[in-house]
């Protein structure tokens, strides 16, 4: 554990602000693309077990 938070230490240590400022950027872009994919997948799914759901005697 100690050996893993010495390597985050050194790696804040190099990068400068903004360059980590871009990677949470990207960071927060593919987590809101990831969640609005997933959500309509879901969706989509949910319509499609109802139309056949309804669609059973």
Do not use: C, N, W
């Amino acid at each position: 554990m100690a050996k893993l938070l010495l390597s985050v230490r050194q790696f804040l240590a190099r990068e400068s602000g903004h360059a980590m400022v871009e990677y949470l950027f990207m960071l927060s872009l593919i987590l809101v693309a990831a969640i609005l994919g997933i959500k309509l997948v879901g969706t989509t799914a949910l319509d499609l077990f109802e139309t056949s759901r309804d669609a059973l005697p």
